[in-house]
């Protein structure tokens, strides 16, 4: 049996954003979700429109689907494997969407583990860091679990107690009558405990009764060869701690480049501008120019250059990050026009004048330079 179009699916055309999409899932998902429709074909529709979502909803995943359609989607394509970041938002529509419809697919939830925050944290690095990679010390101040009561929230020596307005579950239900979809069921945190599931009565004396304190570690991240302008470095595990057992968040580091005085860089070529003289331009000159490394490496200036004339320098660039070989350097020149010449200068630059048979018209002295001189 052949799939349906993705985009027919959803009821969207092809160019739809991604809020559209996301609004049009929302919608069916609400419509078919088995916990409120209740129709044999309900199961097989919603799990059609969950599909459709998570390919379109994946700016990678879409642009192979629009070029090869459900090709794209087959056995070894990688898109039958929702279990990745796209997939992942599934649980956050569905609880805001329907504010958790008992049954034994949301009882337990609110008190059950929760994954820790994930941090970010800015570094700067100099260009030549940035090139070569650098190991960084990073002061990360997080929330960790407290060890003095071990994360329970109360003080050694006593236990929290079950909530007795929700059981333990950390939510209270509503039984409601719809004349669209018959009895619904609803569940809202227990205004109680506030979700926890159970009642803290002696606080721990260093949380507060909070589970968590705040503390600052130190870290070391290794910041490989090549990064560029914003490029994220994961940390797993490194963000925030979890709640009720859950696993901790991850610290991401986001790189900024501090500029060059010399050094303009695109992707892996660096570029920099080298000022010459028109003796050096006309007659041609070896020049030595500032490699990444602080050497210098020599380059030839044949005669007749001219200005905006461009010589590359193979491999003296940045090297690829999580590849094997270098960018190049790239030297643009400029031929400087001299100023403030001497009269010795400027009579042979009037003699060089005649040689290439150009006339020299110097333009005459104003009223008010003849008046007061060159001051």
């Known amino acids: 049996m052949s799939k349906r179009d993705y985009y027919e699916v959803l009821g969207v055309e092809r160019g739809a954003d991604q809020a559209t999409l996301k609004r049009a899932f ?14 044999p074909e309900a199961e097989a529709q919603f799990k059609e429109i969950n599909e459709a979502y998570q390919v379109l909803s994946e700016p990678q995943k879409r642009a192979a689907y629009d070029r090869f359609g459900h090709a794209a989607t087959g056995p070894g394509s990688g898109f039958n494997d929702f279990s990745g970041a796209g997939f992942g938002d599934l649980g956050s529509i569905f609880e805001e969407f329907f504010s958790g ?6 009882r337990g939830r609110r008190n059950g583990p929760r994954r820790g925050a994930d941090l970010r944290v800015d570094i700067s690095l100099s260009f030549e860091e940035a090139a070569f990679g650098v190991e960084k010390e990073l002061e990360v101040p997080r929330m960790d679990g407290c060890d003095r009561c071990n994360s329970s929230g109360a003080e050694p020596g006593t236990s929290p107690e079950r909530c007795s307005t929700c059981g333990g579950s950390g939510e209270v239900q509503r039984r409601q009558q719809s004349p669209l979809f018959g009895a619904i069921v609803t569940a809202s945190p227990c205004p109680n405990c506030g979700g926890e599931g159970e009642i803290v009565k002696t606080p721990c ?43 901790p968040g991850n610290l991401f580091v986001v790189i900024t480049i501090e500029p060059h005085p010399i050094f303009m860089r695109n992707e892996f070529d660096i570029h920099m501008e080298l000022p010459i003289s028109f003796a050096q331009a006309a007659l041609g000159d070896t020049i030595e120019i500032p490699t990444l490394e602080n050497g210098r490496e020599p380059l030839e200036i044949p005669a007749g250059t001219q200005t905006g004339k461009n010589f590359r320098l193979r491999g003296l660039g940045i090297p690829r990050l999580q590849r094997t070989g270098r960018g190049d350097l790239n030297v643009t020149v400029r031929v400087i026009t001299p100023t403030d010449l001497s009269d010795e200068q400027k009579d042979l630059f009037r003699r060089l004048a005649v040689t290439l048979g150009t006339e020299i018209n110097e333009p005459k002295k104003g009223f008010f330079e003849r008046l007061w001189g060159d001051d």
Do not use: W
């Not at 929302?26 to 129709?39: G, M, T």
């Not at 507060?208 to 991240?221: D, I, P, S, Y």
């Open 205 to 247: 004396t260093k949380c507060n009764g909070r589970k968590r304190v705040q503390v600052t570690r130190k870290l070391k991240v290794n910041v490989p060869a090549g990064v560029d302008e914003g490029t994220r470095i994961r940390l797993a595990g490194e963000g925030e701690a979890g709640m009720l057992g859950g696993p």
């Open 101 to 106: 419809f008992a049954g034994a697919n949301t």
């Open 26 to 39: 929302r919608k069916l998902a609400q419509q078919y979700h088995p916990d409120v429709n209740k129709s």
